[in-house]
Nanobody, 130 residues
Framework: VQLQASGGGLVQPAGSLRLSCAAS????????IGWFRQAPGKEREWVSCISSSDGGEYYPDSVKGRFTISRDSAKNTVFLQMNSLKPEDSAVYYCAAPYPWRTPGCASGAGHEVDEYDYWGQGTQVTVSS
């Protein structure tokens, strides 16, 4: 099982980026997927997750209304569309998946913590700066 995050880069404040999380070795459509980020000197924090059962999307208040998670089953890829980016969004972004036996993988009260995930991608750097 491998996850690969991509799509990061340098963007100006108020700009947009779309991150991708591609999977190999398993089918993303059957798995909850989470996005996290980690800025230098800070703990890794949850950014979003998408449920495998009903496609429900969840976000913390810090990104709600600006970020959107989605799934393209045909491409076995999950995306994170990030709009209205702020300098405080700068971080390394990671996608992650839980073991199949963790249910629910993502819900209003699940899938928001680092220790609920078992497979991690390598991360992609997002820098928001003018």
């Amino acid at each position: 099982v491998q996850l690969q995050a991509s799509g990061g880069g340098l963007v100006q404040p108020a700009g947009s980026l779309r991150l991708s999380c591609a999977a190999s070795g398993f089918t993303l459509a059957y798995s909850a997927i989470g996005w996290f980020r980690q800025a230098p000197g800070k703990e890794r924090e949850w950014v979003s997750c998408i449920s495998s059962s009903d496609g429900g999307e969840y976000y913390p208040d810090s990104v709600k209304g600006r970020f959107t998670i989605s799934r393209d089953s045909a491409k076995n890829t999950v995306f994170l569309q990030m709009n209205s980016l702020k300098p405080e969004d700068s971080a390394v972004y990671y996608c992650a998946a839980p073991y199949p036996w963790r249910t629910p993988g993502c819900a209003s009260g699940a899938g928001h913590e680092v220790d609920e995930y078992d497979y991690w991608g390598q991360g992609t750097q997002v820098t928001v700066s003018s």
